[in-house]
């Protein structure tokens, strides 16, 4: 049994920074892609950020060059490096680990930029 426990958000001023974590149970990790989503009020759930196995990246256009993704296959823990954040990145953002027989989420942790 695969679970995912995020950690890290809060409130942030415009502007400033805020680093996810999600650790992840079970031993199949080392071999799962790990996306970041989000989702704000009235809005459908979007990709931010995702991670191979082997370290390639991707990005949601409106996050490129803001935000980092990166992963410990030691700590079975991925990253979600959030920096000049803006209002409009407020939402609840989800992990998610995916293999070909799996597809597990998080419970998500809730991001808030305001003053």
């Known amino acids: 049994q695969v679970q995912l426990v995020e950690s890290g958000g809060g409130l942030v001023q415009p502007g400033g920074s805020l680093r996810l974590s999600c650790a992840a149970s079970g031993s199949i990790f080392s071999i799962a892609a790990m996306n970041w989503y989000r989702q704000a009020p009235g809005k459908q759930r979007e990709l931010v950020a995702g991670?191979?196995?082997?370290?390639?990246?991707n990005y949601a256009g409106s996050v490129q060059g803001r935000f980092t993704i990166s992963r410990s296959n030691a700590e079975s823990t991925v990253y979600l490096q959030m920096n000049s954040l803006k209002p409009e990145d407020t939402a609840v953002y989800y992990c998610n680990l995916k293999t070909v027989l799996r597809d597990v989420w998080g419970q998500g942790t809730q991001v808030t930029v305001g003053s």
């Open positions: 991670i191979t196995s082997g370290g390639a990246t």
